[in-house]
């Protein structure tokens, strides 16, 4: 099924019911994210223009706390509008993974429906957001491991839904006829809803009916099917489709408001535990505030330490222990049972006093403190009680009769009362002192927890005051970037203007006191609307110069080029004089120009050449040139004339072709840029205004985006500067589209040497056109392809051209930064090394590579003599690979520099390379960093401590894992680049292929 977003006029009104129905839909799925915010669109078209809401959108759709920084809150300047759709756009494409061909956030501000539609499409399919995976693994794969679909999956999907009811939904186009799969899925996600056993399989229109009116009361879902359609099977696939998946958003929104609730009624319960344990809390505070209070009460009237009362208890029960023993003792000797019984109610009674001492030693805990002196005076009278209350023990136990014994043990009950007395009082004294140290513990505590309640309000406030101006941060930079840039762009092209128009030194001079005055007293957003103002009419300024120019060169009629040329009437070709002019192209019947011409082509807009496939009449050979003229017509319909042009050699058509192509394409190139508001860029302009003379070899438009009509003209500029040996197009934010574009124009020249593509935003789908552009090109030297979206399948047609080709002068192909994999990576250096290509740099940084691409690495290196650098950095090659290139490289005579940082290598790993360092006296450089492993000593110190060599750099780094970052599965990229499939169209049709071939 297409996943086309746009109508084509061939296919008519079904394509406008399509448009139609996307409008409604998607307004309904984006509203019911933005009603979140309290938020709506209305018109999809320009409701987005200022990228507030479309930013809303975003962040509430990706969740997880998703927010888009830099974001102007209030744009009132088209330039803040640009710059919100800008970050909006980034965002798409960096976090949700989704990648928008030819849509620019001019395109979304000027309202193109195809392009909004497009971008919203993109998303609404995108993993990232909508995650079906029903029946699918982790990455959407089915049980076979094979890709799934989004229909594939969205089907699978629907049929878990109703396979409870006893449906099966086996397509799109026939499922959904009896309208029992709708009423199934409805009433799966709220039961509420529809009432499933109402249907009837025999009634299907009824059934569609209540499905559709359902679905839009309950879930807001838009009626975007008819129930007729539907049931004769004739509704558009792809609005089955989109209503389904409408349908899924409502099942996971239902999910997800459970899943809300859920977590308010736990926050709920965790808001009321934390009230009652504050109230426990405050109740335990009141508590022992009344302890403290107690405590001062006893502190005042008895001063007892409750440590000191505690050791007595203890010395107390130690004494009655040893009593205990004692009695026992003597009740073992002949002692008369009258005195035994004695002793035993003595130690009795003892034993009772002994635990109402314990009491009393507990009620004791809460009285005061003691003074210190009378403290100290009671620790001497209960020491000397306890030398008396030895001493009588001793005597006791000299005593020879029981009467002796007893008068002893009436002596020692008098002497053990008043020490219980004294010990009493020793622990009052020590519970006061124990009492006062909670108190002091307690009171510090709570200081202490007063200061961090201070000290966290203190952090939240600078916290939130570091966060606003974070996000001021964020929005000045991305606004002063985007200045800046626009300076620089106007500063470099203030000069290219001078130099293109030829001007003077007697200019207006810049006055920076007068910008200084006329900025005084401006907020920041009146000084960027002041310089975004002046920026805008030295733009106007600027195209009002050239087109001065142009009228000054037409009103001169310069004859540019003149000559015979055989031009097509309506029924033969006749002879005529032809004269380009001032932007005007006549002939004549003689050469006279002094006479009326015979006719005028004007090539200020619309106009195209091409030349055609030479043909042969009779003995002469003619060779042809087609122009084709647009125009519109005084009623409004467009005209399109056509007009016929033949040479007699091949070099007098290519110099008209150059000639009449030059003056055709800068006209429209200029026209277009007016069109679109957008300033013309100086040096696709230059490139494409030289003419025949100029001799121009070189192009380089790099370090800046390119539009459409940009990449049109520079190819239409390759067509007839066929010469040129060097196009560098790096950090263009050129696409796919753009890329095979150009790729049109490179299969007509046969001198290229350099293409230089890198970092922009290519694919297999259109390297792999380039690739087969570069057949003739067999003085190709260097082609650099880094930093863009390359798989394995780019580089095993890139291996086969090689092998094809042998390119004898190839010295440098840059594939780093890409997504090759072993395999890939194998087949390129295997080419290499059967055509024997005078290689000096193997760059294959930042891909996928492993210890399995090590030994045809070893292969290029014994067959290839000239490779002096090779760069691995940023791949996933281990010890194993970096044992085995050490060793080989040990007797290698040519390899000066290596670079293996970023990979996984340990110090065994970095370790092997000791040897070779010793061995190889070319080497001369070996990178090490940032591998994650690198730790014991030992082996690092038998790398760093090689003779000849030294440590010139030494950085510590944050490793990337513990910052988040994590590296593209290559699985699911590879993938993608091998199943071909359809994106978001751009504006306007692909260029087709208007160069036909030449004899």
């Not at 888009?68 to 330039?79: L, S, T, V």
């Not at 004294?422 to 513990?441: C, I, M, S, T, V």
């Amino acid at each position: 099924m297409s996943d086309e977003v746009s109508a084509s006029p061939s296919r008519g009104g079904k394509e406008d019911k399509w448009v139609q129905v996307q409008i409604v839909g998607f307004t309904a799925w984006v509203n019911s994210y933005l009603q979140k915010r309290d938020q709506k669109i209305e018109n999809i078209e320009t409701d987005f223009q200022d990228g507030l809401r479309l930013v809303s959108f975003l962040e509430l759709a990706a969740g997880k706390g998703a927010h888009i920084k830099g974001i102007d809150k209030k744009p009132k300047a088209k330039i803040q509008k640009i710059q919100n759709l800008s970050l909006a756009l980034d965002f798409i494409q960096n976090v949700l993974e989704v990648r928008l061909l030819g849509i620019t956030s001019n395109s979304v501000y000027n309202g193109n429906l195809k392009h909004i539609l497009g971008t919203i499409f993109s998303i609404f399919r995108s993993p990232k957001i909508t995650q079906i995976g029903a029946g699918k693994g982790e990455d959407g794969e089915d049980v076979e491991g094979k890709k799934a679909s989004f229909e594939g999956q969205l089907l699978s999907w629907v049929n878990e839904r109703v396979a409870p009811y006893g449906v099966e939904v086996k397509d799109f186009r026939s499922g959904f006829q009896d309208g029992m799969a709708f009423g199934a899925i409805i009433n799966s996600i709220d039961n509420d809803a529809l009432d499933y056993n109402s249907l009837d399989k025999s009634n299907p229109e009824e059934n569609l009916t209540k499905a559709f009116q359902s679905a839009e009361s309950t879930f807001q879902v838009p009626q975007l099917l008819a129930a007729h359609e539907v049931m004769a099977g004739s509704a558009d696939e792809r609005s089955v489709v989109l209503y389904t998946s409408l349908l899924f958003h409502a099942w996971q929104a239902a999910g997800a408001k459970e899943a809300d609730e859920a977590a308010k009624n736990r926050l709920q319960n965790e808001k009321e535990e934390r009230i009652r344990m504050e109230e426990e809390l405050q109740a335990l505070r009141a508590q022992m505030e009344e302890i403290n209070r107690r405590d001062a009460a006893m502190k005042e009237e008895h001063g007892v330490s409750i440590h000191d009362a505690v050791e007595e208890l203890n010395r107390v029960k130690e004494a009655n222990r040893a009593l205990q023993l004692q009695l026992s003792q003597a009740a073992e000797s002949d002692e008369s049972a009258k005195t035994m019984d004695e002793l035993e109610r003595r130690l009795k009674e003892l034993m009772d006093m002994l635990a109402a001492s314990n009491a009393q030693a507990e009620e004791a805990r809460k009285r005061a403190l003691e003074k210190t002196a009378e403290e100290e005076a009671l620790r001497k009278k209960i020491e000397e009680l306890e030398a008396r209350i030895k001493e009588l023990m001793d005597q006791e136990k000299a005593a020879e009769t029981s009467q002796e014994k007893i008068d002893l043990v009436n002596q020692i009950t008098k002497e053990q009362e008043e020490l219980k007395r004294l010990q009493e009082e020793q622990k009052r004294l020590a519970l006061e002192r124990q009492l006062q140290a909670l108190k002091d513990a307690l009171a510090s505590e709570l200081e202490h927890s007063k200061a961090r309640e201070q000290e966290l309000a203190r952090l939240s406030q600078q916290n939130t005051l570091l966060q606003k101006n974070a996000d001021s941060h964020s929005k000045l930079t991305g606004t002063f970037d985007s200045l800046k840039q626009n300076l620089e762009e106007h500063l470099q092209e203030l000069y290219e203007w001078r130099n293109l128009e030829k001007l003077g030194e007697k200019q207006n001079v810049f006055d920076l006191k007068k910008v200084v005055q006329d900025i005084q007293g401006k907020d920041l957003n009146q000084q960027l609307a002041y310089f975004d103002q002046k920026l805008a009419d030295e733009n106007r300024c600027l195209l009002r110069l050239l087109s001065v120019k142009e009228g000054k060169e037409v009103m001169e009629e310069k004859v540019e080029r003149d000559g015979w040329l055989y031009v097509k009437g309506r029924k033969d070709w006749s002879k005529k004089w032809c004269m380009l002019s001032g932007r005007t192209l006549r002939y004549f019947a003689t050469d006279d120009t002094s006479q009326v011409a015979e006719a005028c082509v004007d090539l200020t807009s619309g106009c195209e050449v091409v030349r055609q496939k030479a043909v042969k009449e009779g003995k002469v050979k003619f060779w042809p040139l087609k122009l084709t003229l647009s125009g519109v017509g005084d009623d409004g319909e467009a005209i399109v004339r056509k007009l016929f042009l033949r040479a007699m050699s091949k070099a007098e058509r290519h110099s008209w072709f150059t000639s009449i192509s030059r003056n055709c394409t800068r006209n429209n190139y200029i026209a277009e840029s007016e069109k679109r508001g957008e300033r013309p860029d100086t040096r696709i302009l230059s490139f494409v205004s030289a003419g025949e003379a100029d001799s121009v070899v070189e192009l380089h438009v790099d370090d800046r985006p390119i539009v459409d009509s940009g990449i049109s003209s520079l190819r239409k500029g390759i067509l007839y500067h066929d010469n040129v040996h060097t196009i560098s197009l790096c950090n263009a934010s050129l696409g796919d589209d753009g890329a095979n574009t150009l790729a049109l124009a490179l299969e007509k020249i046969t001198g290229l040497r350099h293409l230089r593509v890198r970092n922009n935003k290519l694919t297999n789908a259109s390297v792999c056109t380039i690739i087969g552009t570069l057949k003739l090109q067999q003085g190709l030297r260097e082609l650099d392809l880094s930093h863009n979206r390359l798989t394995d399948d780019s580089v095993f047609a890139l291996a086969d051209l090689i092998r094809e080709q042998k390119f004898k002068n190839l010295s440098k192909v840059d594939l780093s930064g890409n997504i090759v994999s072993d395999k890939g990576a194998s087949a390129f250096i295997g080419a290499l090394a059967e055509v024997g290509a005078n290689f000096v740099d193997l760059d294959l940084a930042n891909n996928k590579l492993t210890d399995a691409v090590i030994p045809d690495v070893l292969r290029l290196l014994e067959n290839n003599s000239n490779v002096k650098n090779l760069n691995l950095q940023g791949n996933d090659i281990g010890d194993e690979g970096a044992t085995a290139l050490a060793e080989g490289l040990r007797e290698n005579l040519n390899v000066a520099k290596v670079d293996l940082s970023s990979n996984q290598l340990s110090s065994a790993g970095a370790g092997a390379w000791s040897t070779c360092m010793k061995t190889n006296k070319v080497l001369v450089s070996l990178n090490l960093s940032d591998n994650r492993d690198l730790s014991t000593a030992e082996n690092l110190a038998a790398v760093m401590n090689v003779e000849g060599f030294v440590l010139s750099d030494f950085v510590l780094s944050r490793r990337t894992a513990d910052l988040g970052v994590e590296r593209a599965d290559a699985d699911e990229v590879s993938d993608d680049a091998a199943t071909p499939r359809k994106e978001v169209a751009s504006e306007g049709s692909s260029p087709r292929k208007e160069e036909e071939e030449e004899e």
